[in-house]
């Protein structure tokens, strides 16, 4: 479908990538991988067509069509939202404009001989115009926005109105409704929230034509992609499988080129060995002219340099009381919008809350009011004991001075006696060394404010910390770092995220926010989705857009591909959850097993007799645990029941909707 031929691309003295030559096929799901700077954006551009490499060629298909997708947009129309979105089928617009010009010429009462040809033109357009999904755009047009998380009072809505995350949104709807033959998608999750790239994530996976896409996100790169393309050194390598089969063969294809390196190395000291023991001699002349040559010619092996990552730890928060903060009765509203009524909630010491719900629902609003950063109309918020709070702002401006060095804005919050030694120490873990330090934070990039937001949180100890979304702008290597260092966190931590790996990881109870309400759940992010999969859709209507499919009479091939995303979201949402915790408890289970096969062994040998405590205790314990594995084995299997249900209800829907394409 599309093949680059040797393409090679630099900037002044500096080597992006030289020499690149793959092939992109019809069907393919493709990540584009490489450290912050390596290219990944210039690349996408290139096959985009909207920048010449420096060498090489690119190849075509004929009638090829691309969607691409930056990072950033510009888009600010002042078109209703839904008009905005339906203007990219152009074929179809163009022919609807032109059915509507032949009907008001019809109209007018052309003559005999001018209303046949119209009549005959006014049926080849309609035709031309259902054939190519015209009587659908619109409602395939709602089911992609309503699959991203608009509203329907927001299709009259002028572009403009909305934030830069939304218009984000829009342009996706928008290239998704071109339903061109590859999509480039430049961090297409950025700004989508848990929900809607769930549905994202479906829609890809049946999507029709092939996807090249670059993420920082772990989990979505694992659901979606086949095959990692990976830009290091200036070259590309294919690796096949997801961002998880990636890391696994590149770390052996490390440890292998590391082995035959060394082997190398030895190979080649032995014989500069030779060459220097035996140069002066005649009689080994010849023998010594050979190995030299042998060497001159020989390619050396070179292991890659590892990327620089951050590193860093949390310092030890101080005890705090046992309540955290508590807020009572709490109002906020934002001019007529108001975003809570008497809301109440308590945190305690020790716990890990991750703040979900849709964009826009008030994540941020809530996190700030916990932080002290808001003001509110109503209510009380009341900080427990000796509770010192640390807070990071999705947005670093907020909170970073634009002509400040890096050293001083962590002087600006470090205790007055802090050396700058130790500040500089700080940086560097961030990788800011050097002069980096001296950067004022106006030219850093989006990584770097991230980074160095992070920095301030570790000038001094904090006993609760406030995260509005610290995985933006890191990549995946840096968020590996943050969610370890989460984990090994001792405090209180309130945080905002829709990266998944993180969530997963730290969160031990999920708040759902939500049209003005908080709802607390107990548990992991999986129990969260388990207890959200329970609701009935009179209580959640998670199936919004699923509905609105299944009203559309003879749904178009993409109307179906999207049902079918919705089909398979709804069941990884209710299943995924049911299957952490039927193997959580198969591990269990396991575990009571070879705890109570000791103990067994224990009561065959005569000496365990000797200590009647001992024994009263073993045995004691053995009865614990063979009632402790028949409760489980209960629930196991009453878990295991509802997975088959979930399974076989899932698979007769799919079947019954591709028997009605067919």
């Given amino acids: 479908m599309l093949s680059l031929n040797n393409i090679s691309k630099s900037y002044a003295q500096r080597v992006l990538f030289s020499q690149v030559s793959l092939n992109i096929g019809a069907r393919d799901r493709l990540a584009l991988l490489g450290a912050n700077g390596s290219g990944k954006s210039t690349l996408l551009e290139i096959i985009a067509g909207e920048l010449a490499p420096d060498g090489g060629a690119i190849t075509r298909r004929k009638g090829l069509t691309v969607g691409y997708l930056r990072q950033e947009s510009s888009v600010g129309s002042s078109r209703a939202l839904l008009k905005e979105v339906t203007s990219a089928a152009g074929l179809i617009n163009r022919l609807g404009h032109r059915i509507q010009a032949v009907q008001e010429e019809l109209a007018e009462g052309a003559d005999g001989a001018t209303q046949a040809v119209l009549l005959a033109e006014l049926g080849d357009l309609q035709h031309r115009f259902e054939a190519a999904g015209g009587y659908d755009v619109e409602q395939e047009a ?65 999507y029709q034509g092939a996807v090249l896409l670059t993420s920082h996100d772990r989990a979505f790169l694992n659901r979606v992609v086949s095959k990692v393309l990976a830009i290091e050194t200036g070259r590309v390598s294919v690796y096949s499988g ?155 401006l907020e909170l970073l001075e634009p002509n400040n060095t890096a050293v001083a804005e962590l002087r600006r919050v470090a205790p007055p006696d802090t050396e700058d030694v130790r500040l500089r120490a700080i940086l560097g873990g961030f990788l800011f060394s050097g002069d980096d330090a001296y950067k004022e934070v106006s030219v850093l990039s989006g990584g770097e404010k991230a980074r160095l937001a992070l920095a301030k949180m570790l000038t001094q100890p904090a006993n609760f910390l406030l995260m509005d979304e610290p995985t933006n702008h890191l990549d995946i290597a840096s968020r590996e770092v943050l969610t370890d260092a989460l984990e090994a966190y001792r405090g209180t931590l309130c945080f905002i995220t829709h990266d998944r790996t993180l969530i997963r990881q730290i969160a031990t109870s999920i708040i759902e926010v939500k049209a003005g309400d908080i709802t607390v759940y107990q548990g992991d992010y999986d129990s969260y989705l388990y207890h959200k999969s329970l609701l009935s859709p009179e209580d959640e209507n998670p199936q919004r857009c699923l509905m609105s499919v299944k009203k559309t009479p003879a749904p178009g091939s993409r109307q179906k591909r999207a049902l079918s995303g919705e089909l398979r979201s709804d069941y990884y949402a209710k299943s995924t959850p049911l299957k952490k915790r039927i193997e959580k408890l198969e591990a269990e289970l396991s575990r009571i097993e070879s705890e109570v096969k000791d103990l067994e062994k224990r009561f065959a040998r005569p000496e365990h007799y000797k200590d009647s405590q001992e024994v009263v205790s073993s045995i004691e314990r053995h009865r614990a645990l063979k009632a402790q594995a028949e409760e489980l084995t209960e629930t196991w299997g009453a878990l295991s029941s509802e997975a088959d249900r979930l399974r076989a209800e899932f698979e007769t829907a799919l079947s019954r909707l591709e028997g009605e394409e067919g």
């Fill in 142 to 206: 709602r089911v992609i926005l309503c699959g991203l998380g608009f509203r329907d009072s927001d299709y009259e809505r002028p572009l403009s109105d909305f934030s830069g995350g939304w218009r984000m949104r829009a342009e996706l709807a928008r290239i998704l409704l071109q339903n061109p033959d590859l999509l480039l998608l430049d961090e297409p999750t950025n700004h989508l929230d848990l929900e809607t790239q769930l549905w994202f994530e479906e829609y890809l996976k049946t």
């Fill in 242 to 396: 997801n961002y998880d089969n990636y890391v696994e063969a590149r770390q052996m294809e490390l440890e292998v080129l590391e082995a035959t390196a060394k082997r190398q190395s030895i190979k080649i000291e032995q014989e500069e060995r030779f060459i220097n023991r035996f140069r002066a001699k005649n009689t080994k002349a010849t023998q010594v002219q050979s190995r030299i040559r042998k060497l001159e010619k020989l390619e050396r092996i070179e292991v890659p340099r590892l990327a620089k990552k951050i590193r860093f730890s949390f310092p030890e928060p101080p005890h705090s009381g046992s309540d955290v903060i508590m807020l009572n009765h709490v109002s906020k509203s934002y001019g007529a919008n108001t975003v809570y009524r008497d809301l109440n909630l308590l945190l305690r010491r020790g716990d890990r809350v991750a703040l979900v719900g849709p964009n826009g629902a008030g994540k941020t609003t809530l996190l700030k009011i916990l932080a002290g950063m808001l003001t509110f109309e109503n209510g009380e918020r009341r900080l427990g004991h000796a509770v010192i709070t640390a807070y990071y702002a999705q947005h670093q």
